[in-house]
Each structure stands twice: as C-alpha cells, then as structure tokens.
C-alpha cells in the first residue's frame, strides 16, 4: 500500500471549520517500457504491478499476442523502466511502431484501434448473467478498491465471472488498470474469453477495442459510455452494461445476455 | 447540442422495474491535426470547438506560442481534421515532433513535459480568492455543462477570475477540455496570466505542466491529485485546490492565495 500513496500536511476547509490535516494522495510515476532495445512509450501510471502493466500494453496495442512470444520482461522499479524482449518478431519494433504510435498519437487515435485490429470479428459467447448477479458483483468491485477508498485518485478494473471478482487492479489510468487485468491473464495463464470485465471508467471506443482483443463478451462499467463505445459494442457483439449505481442499471447492447425479472 | 449528443434505445433496469427508454450519450469523435502538410496526432474528443482543441493542444505540447506564429486553420468536420500552418518554424515538424511523441507517447510521459517545458519557472502572481468565492464559482462551475447534466460522459474545465466563468469547455477528455480553453484563449486574445483554472478532472502532473505553460497561478479540481501533481504546484508556485465538493475543500499548495475565515 506504501508505494502507491503518498501522505501529505493540507489544509482542510468546510464551511464551519479549518484544520491542517494529513492527507493521503495516490502516486504517479512514469513508466518507460522498453521493447527489443527501443523505447517505446513512457505511461503515466500508479506505481505497482508495473509487470503486469507493461505486458497488458503490448496486448492492448497490438504489439503481443501470446505468453508464448515473450522471453524476458525486466522491471527496474527505480528507474521506472520495463525492458521486454520478445521472441523473433523484429518487424513489430521500429519504424512501424513508431508510425503506428504518431498516427494514434496520445489520444490514441481511431486509426490506431482499426477495425483490422480486433479483425472486425464477432465476439462469440453463451454466457448469461442476471441482473441480480450484476448488482451483487458490482457492489463487490466498488468496495474492492483500498486504494480507492483511501484517495479518491484511482479507477478500477476487475475481470469477474457471474459471481466472483477473479483478478482486480487500479491505476490513476483507466487504460492502465485494464491493461493490468490483461497483462495479469496473459502472464498467469488465465482465460479471458467467457468472462466479464468491469471498470470503473467511462466506455470509450477504445476501452471496447481493448476488450474486443481479448474476446470478452461482457463489460460493465460504473460510468457512461459515449456514442462510439455504444456502436462498437453493438457492432462486435459485446453486451454493454453502463451506469450501475446503486440499483439501477443501463442495457446499452446485445442484452440477450442479461437475465432479468421479466423474462 | 445536436452534434455532441446521440440518442439510444436503451433498457433501464431498477430493483423495481424494466422499461425501454431513450437515453442521451455523448458523442466521440477522432480528430486528425495536420500541422504544416505533416499528420502529427489523432485526438478522440468530443465533436465541438475542433479549432480551439487542435491550437489548445498544440499550445500544449509547446509546438505553438503564440497567435503571431499562425498563419491558417482550416476545418474539415465531416472528415475530422484540422489544418494548422504556422509561419516558418519548419524545423518544429518532422523528425523532432516524431521524437517528442514518441518519447512522451500514449500516457503523456514525463519526459515530454519536461522542466525545460515549463522552463522549471514560478508562476508569479498578486492574485487572492477568498473560500466562499471558491464555493461560489465551483458551485456555478458545476451546473454550466448541460452536456454533463444530460449525458454524465464529458469532462467540463474553465478559465475564471474571482467572480465569474470567463470562457467554459468540456470533452469526453480532461485534456481536450482544458486545451479548448487555452486555444480559445489563444485565439481570442483573453489573457491567462492571474486567472484561474477549474477543472472536473483529476490533476496530474501533465495537468499541471500545461497550466503552468500558461502561467495561470490558481487550480481548482472536484476530483483528487497525485503525489507528482502536489510537488509540482508546489516547486512552480502553483496554488492547487482539490476535493471540492460540497461545503468542503482541500488545499494542498500556496494558500496564501486563499483568503480564509480565519485569516
């Protein structure tokens, strides 16, 4: 818990009163991954499982596949630095890295999460889950975050099946804490496909081309989608659940999944 | 309002009932910024103030300094991209944009905003903002974005003085809305120095870096900052007020700005 959060001596007003108080803030730290002896991106990221981060990355951006790839991973918690190095696949670093990454940029670009990225495939799964089981799991996820609790600064994201949290994690990112998830099951042999992801960010189009590559065919997300996040879902056949607060749900797409009262 | 904002057919699910109802989610965009015949970066953002967002921006990642150093922007909303001509400065394109990109990528490293970018110097500024002008302003702050009333999917920011919201933005990004500010700022000619930033967004240390570009001496968030985002409001001089919700704030740096009850 130390080396995510920082203590800090503010001053804290109310409209009765003022006091110096201390205050625990979440840390940030940059992290610059190093792929096959290039450097490839340096992220803004909460300081823990920096592994699973740097793995989760190469997933999200196209730039690994499997386990199988990867030879070694090296973290230098210090100097911020992961080194990765991968098995052949020289071609993916470079030039065509370097151009993928001007194209998609910081605002990681549409052009970046093409259609050709996620092959355009539909997400196939029988899973079903009731609206119960969403309400019970998500209560779970939004009490699951010590850090959370603690600074306020953090989002979360857990991969779950119907009834349990499997792997949870937190960044000051929304990408950084799904990447997390997915550099944990990458690592760890852990199957993504039939499961859920929930998060507690708002469903970008790039959040669903996140989880379209990993074949999940359910998310869920305490927050709001924007048009985009919706279309995609629809179109790749990921069922969107959005707005889960307290008792009360949206159903955004592909709803045949969700078992509710009335059917 | 039209063009930020899709209507869906949605499910709304309570503990206690079902129904079909018409929801407002907010609309992404990519926008591709052209800068002198060369792609530099596609931002996803919120399909309005594409001008202002795409100068912002370039003021933001130090490759603009001033209105003087523009020549032309040019719009293309259907196939969202913007055309920026700057006046010589050739040698800010090309091969040391790539670089600076790259370096700083995706997660907006640290490298990028570097202490040469700021040029490491304290923001100086007379400016005082009493406690309850602060609950007043955030207050008004709160209930200026129809957009996120509506949708609850955008991040709002604005430039203010003690007493009034003089220019308000808000994206589905918490850059992109602080970067429409500083273009329209730009553009307009409306001055920053010894102004105040609101923002709903969390601080980070790339939030600081860019109002302090922009020599803006006061930042006010809703949300939390990190450890980085409190050491550099305090090394610049930054006053950095966060957590304000309610009757309740937290000030974390230079509060002899801040004129309070018990002063």
Known sequence: MDKTIEKFLIRRITKESEANVEDMVTKEQPLTIILNDEELVTLLCTPADLKYLAVGFLISEGLLKSKDELSKVTIDEIRGLVRVKTKGNKEQTGELVFKRLITSGCGRGASFYSAADTGGEKVESQIKISTEQ??????????????????????????????????????????????????????EDIATSDRIIITSGRITSEILHKVAKRRIPVIISISSPTNLGVKIADSLGITLIASVRGQKMNIYTHMERVISNEK
Do not use: M, P, W
């Not at 857990?158 to 099951?185: M, S």
């Open 134 to 187: 969403i309400f019970t799991i998500v209560n779970e996820f939004q009490h699951n975050s010590q850090l959370y609790l603690t600074t306020h600064g953090v989002h979360s994201a857990a991969l779950c099946d119907q009834k349990h949290i499997l792997v949870f994690n937190e960044d000051i990112g929304r990408h950084n804490a799904i990447d997390k998830i997915f550099g944990k099951c990458l690592l």
